[in-house]
């Protein structure tokens, strides 16, 4: 089984991954506009909003997306994201 990766409203073709494939593994700067820091849910850089169906956040990843983006329903963080349907990702954009 695979679900379809994309990037609405980039240059970026969709990506075909496997269930449960980390997204920190395969998402690089060459082929998705998604960056990634530590890759372990601590420091936000991989802050996005996602159209999907995935699990919702544990109490780690919800605490810092209160923090970072505490009006916004469907952020979640990339590199915490367990893959189990298609989503469509885009890269969070910071209100000022
Ligand atoms: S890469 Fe640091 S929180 Fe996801």
Not at 7 to 14: C, L
Request: aromatic fraction near 4%.
């Amino acid at each position: 089984m695979s679900c379809q990766i994309s990037f609405p409203n980039s240059a970026y073709d969709p990506l075909t991954l496997d269930l449960h494939t980390p997204l920190a593994n395969e998402l690089t700067v060459q082929n998705s506009p998604i960056l990634f820091g530590c890759r372990t849910g601590i420091c936000g850089t991989c802050l996005v909003t996602i159209t999907g169906d995935i699990a919702p956040p544990n109490t780690e990843e919800r605490e810092l997306l209160d923090i970072l983006a505490p009006d916004c329903l469907n952020a979640r963080l990339a590199c915490q994201i367990d893959l189990t349907h298609d989503l469509e990702i885009c890269p969070y954009e910071i209100k000022m």
